[in-house]
């Protein structure tokens, strides 16, 4: 584990993420936290709106930085359902549903997010440009085909093992295409 707080670790973790996935106004990056993992319980065990409260305030600068859409995973318990602001979902017509996130069906990072975000709504699906996902809260059902691991500088924030991906066109054709280089 790092020396440093867990909060400048996702601060450099989300910027080495953009350093490959280069997100932009237009990109929507999906967050998955279980913040029981990161303060080193069972995952869904020990939810903790402080923790919550800090990852939400690290991501919240990020995004105003890049300018890029945040999507908030929910737990299991709404199907992995996802935070994100209305006029994002609206203007990719998304359907919204009808759930309020709460600490033990939602978790702790959504529940936060909804409450504070600017106008929030919940959805069940989206196609995300990139993710970062703390604790193994499998955030892969929300990310574009094809999803390209990105490897940080932390394999963990907290206590938490943290994955990251950013997302590519999918290559098609067969023995005659041609593909362009490297970082598509």
């Known amino acids: ?50 923790i919550a409260a800090d990852v939400y305030s690290v991501i919240e600068r990020f995004r105003e930085k890049i300018g890029c859409s945040v999507a908030y995973q929910g737990c299991e318990h709404i199907n992995r359902a996802l935070v994100i602001p209305r006029d994002y979902a609206e203007k990719h017509d998304l359907e919204i549903v009808t759930v309020v996130p709460c600490r033990r069906a939602g978790g702790s990072l959504a529940t936060y997010a909804y409450a504070r975000g600017d106008d929030m709504v919940v959805v069940e699906g989206v196609q995300a440009d990139a993710g970062i996902d703390i604790g193994a809260t499998l955030i892969g059902m929300h990310l574009k085909h094809v999803a390209v691991p990105v490897r940080g500088s932390e394999a963990s924030i907290g206590h938490a093992p943290v994955t990251m991906a950013r997302t590519r066109p999918k290559y098609i054709g067969g023995p005659r295409a041609s593909y362009p280089g490297p970082g598509v």
């Open 1 to 50: 584990m790092s020396a440093k707080s867990f909060s400048e670790v996702l601060g450099d973790l989300l910027h080495e993420l953009n350093a490959q996935a280069q997100l932009s106004p237009k990109s929507l990056l999906v967050i998955g936290a279980s913040t029981s993992e990161i303060a080193g319980e069972r995952i869904g065990s020990a939810g903790s709106e402080e």
